[in-house]
């Protein structure tokens, strides 16, 4: 979703500045199922610098309190099943007093197929859990589709709950955003595609 796009919140145009700017983009996980909008299942911001040297990620947990417009408060993963991507991406801005130039929203089946295609990713993992039917020990693991759906979104047998849970989907991001940027993905379109 681009900032020219429906999808994105109206708003006031970012100033105009010499040189580059930071970028900042919205990844949203929907838990959308069938025809039901469903709510934002993980929810962050990820912010490139203007000298496009280094990302950051933050997460926003999903029962944190926050105003959303025109809905009072409530749960910030509400906003996606009030609004779609446009009222998600306008809490966030109101939030955080700052403008998002983009955004990513992936369902499951996208993510499944995502790590699939990719061969699975690596990450490593502080803390063994189990997930019927998966067993993720503590140290690397290598996860592709069902079973790294059931690694980002498990959170009630770790330690630290929904913290732990958008530690493990940081890394998982991390991992992907990684993979996607080697010179043989990048440089091949089909690949790339």
């Known amino acids: 979703i681009t900032r020219d796009d429906p999808l994105m919140p109206s708003g006031s145009p970012r100033a105009t500045t010499v040189g580059p ?6 990844l949203m996980g929907s838990d959308t199922r069938g025809v039901e909008r469903g709510r934002s299942d993980t929810l962050m911001l990820a912010h490139l610098n203007a000298a496009r040297n280094k990302l950051y990620l933050v997460s926003f947990p999903r029962d944190m309190y926050v105003p959303i417009p025109g ?20 809490t966030l801005e109101s939030l955080l007093d700052i ?15 995502l790590t699939q295609q990719l061969g699975g990713v690596t990450v490593f993992n502080p803390q ?45 991001v991390k991992a992907i955003a990684l993979k996607l940027m080697r010179p043989e993905v990048v440089a091949n379109p089909v690949t790339f595609n």
């Not at 809905?71 to 306008?90: F, V």
């Open 99 to 113: 403008r998002m130039d983009h955004a990513v929203k992936v369902e499951f089946d996208g993510f499944i197929r």
């Open 128 to 172: 063994a859990t189990v997930q019927a039917p998966y067993t993720f020990p503590r140290g690397s693991v290598t996860i592709a589709g069902d079973e790294a759906l059931a690694f980002v979104r498990e959170r009630y047998s770790l330690p630290d709950g929904d913290l732990g849970r958008a530690a493990r989907q940081r890394a998982v």
């Open 21 to 26: 700017t930071p970028l900042n983009v919205v």
């Open 71 to 90: 809905h009072g408060e409530h749960k910030i993963n509400a906003a996606y099943s009030y609004g779609g991507a446009a009222l998600a991406i306008e």
